[in-house]
């Protein structure tokens, strides 16, 4: 079985650094049930190509009588070493374990960002036909181009199989692409070659938690992924509809206007911003992060999942968004090593804080426009003169591309609790106004797709100390 990774991001080969094995080599890995090569025919600056080829040892699956066999017959005759299995799930998890958490130390930036990404199977084998496969990928944004494969090439009358070659093409992170093959290539089997147990119900829903629960097939995803395990998926629907309530419950800012030059299938500005910020805080080296204004909890949620990040501190002036954020991190139900690692507290970003000293960054996500500007000056007092992190990664709206949105009018701010907006010159100057007085440095990126006259829809701006000033 055969699944290749391609992108055309430049440079291409940046591809090798996120899932960490080398262009320039072939290498191969030992499995419980044979071996995985790891090769690049394509590696260039232009057009990347990195293959996982499983060699399954039939003979070790029928010692193993893994989960898969439901008779005798199965021992012998059996699709298990040419089709994509639950096997090629493993082996994901196993080779590509870094990137399947979406790590790299080389590369954090393009980790974190987006890229184009085409991945091909082959083959899968599918219970439910074409329309099953188009049912589960393109709601996740996916272009799928199938082709069915028969029986047997040389004896057509044999009939059509249910296997298919398949193309998946999105712009997205390379490790949200390897969760949702992680977790979907069994489910188009609707077999596993190994013990389903309660654990599995983790598996699913950590590498499922930011896109399964609101999949319209998500009952069957669960069902397949968990097959014939009742009780397990009952537990995970139930967890599942769990996270749905808190995420329809949740009093979401005003949804900005969608671009009209995006595709459909580009992540939304939010999931931009956030790895954006993410990449930064990762390249800063910072290992005690804070959250300032942290909302919800959806950048404490990614900043938990890596363990670059020791300590996190959430601080909301909102109880409710606390209280929210709590139930999204599941603090109640995290190992407690996990749990010792994250704190919210409640405060306001225009009063001194002494917990909020000794940290190595912070991140302040779509906080400053909220602030009345007559409190602009206590709020650079209490965070880069007061809690002093070594790096502050700081975002905003861009006036001027509200420009671009039809559905905005001409004059109005992108959301009612705006006190303001500023444009890339008023934020550039009032940053290099603040780097100055308290001894920073600051560089600005953009956030999301720029347009040729207007910029990008968020700015960030990414505060350093300066030598003399540490």
């Known amino acids: 079985m055969l699944l290749t990774i391609s992108t055309t991001h430049h440079p291409a080969t940046d ?11 072939c290498q191969s890995f030992e499995l419980n049930f044979g071996k995985a090569h790891v090769f690049y025919p394509d590696a260039s600056d232009e057009r990347c190509t990195a293959c996982l080829l499983l060699d399954i040892d039939p003979v070790g ?26 096997l090629l799930s493993v082996a994901i998890s196993k080779v ?9 130390n080389e590369r954090s930036d393009a980790a974190a960002r987006p890229l184009p990404l085409m991945a091909r199977l082959d083959v899968l084998p599918v219970r439910g036909g074409d329309d099953l496969l188009r049912r589960v990928f393109e709601p996740l944004g996916y272009q799928v181009d199938v082709t069915r494969s028969p029986l047997d090439e040389k004896f ?20 949200r692409l390897l969760q949702h093959l992680y977790v979907l290539i069994p489910v188009f089997d609707g077999k596993k070659h190994y013990y389903i147990g309660p654990d599995e119900v983790e598996k699913l829903l950590s590498k499922g938690e930011a896109w399964l629960a609101d999949h319209p097939e998500r009952e069957l995803i669960t069902s397949r992924y968990l097959p014939r395990r009742h009780s397990l998926i009952r537990q995970a629907l139930a967890r599942l509809a769990e996270e749905d309530a808190v995420e329809v419950s949740e009093e979401e ?8 030059q995006l595709a459909d299938r580009q992540p939304s500005l939010h999931e931009q911003r956030i790895g954006s910020v993410l990449a930064a805080l990762r390249a800063s080296g910072a290992k005690r992060v804070l959250d300032l204004g942290c909302g919800e909890g ?3 949620r990614e900043l938990l999942a890596d363990k670059q990040f020791t300590e996190i501190l959430g601080m909301d002036v909102s109880v409710r968004s606390l209280e929210v954020a709590h139930r999204r991190l599941k603090l109640d139900r995290l190992p407690e090593r996990q ?3 994250v704190r919210l507290i409640h405060g306001a970003l225009t009063y001194r804080d002494s917990r909020l000293a000794n940290f190595d960054a912070a991140a302040i996500v779509e906080v400053v426009e909220h602030l009345d500007p007559a409190r602009l000056a206590a709020f650079e007092r209490v965070v880069f003169e007061h809690a002093r992190p070594r790096t502050v990664v700081l975002t905003t709206p861009n006036r001027e591309y509200n420009a671009v949105w039809d559905s905005l009018p001409a004059g109005e701010m992108r959301h009612s609790d705006h006190r303001f907006e500023w444009t890339r010159g008023e934020f550039e100057a009032w940053a290099g106004d603040v780097a100055e007085r308290f001894g920073y440095t600051v560089r600005f990126l953009p956030v999301g797709p720029e347009d040729a ?18």
């Open 339 to 341: 749990r010792e690692r």
């Open 96 to 104: 590509f374990s870094s990137a399947l958490s979406g790590k790299s």
């Open 298 to 300: 959806k950048l404490l």
């Open 61 to 86: 699956l029928v010692r193993g009588k893994g989960n898969w066999q439901s008779g005798p017959l199965d021992q012998y005759v059996n699709d298990r070493p040419y089709v994509a299995s639950s």
């Open 15 to 25: 591809l090798g650094y996120l899932l960490h094995k080398h262009p320039d080599r």
């Open 253 to 260: 800012p005003a949804a900005e206007p969608s671009a009209p």
């Open 156 to 175: 057509p009358e044999w009939g059509e199989g249910p296997y298919f070659s398949v193309e998946l093409k999105q712009i997205i992170t390379l490790a």
């Open 453 to 470: 006259v207007h910029g990008a829809p968020s700015q960030m701006g990414v505060f350093e100390q300066a030598p003399s000033a540490s």
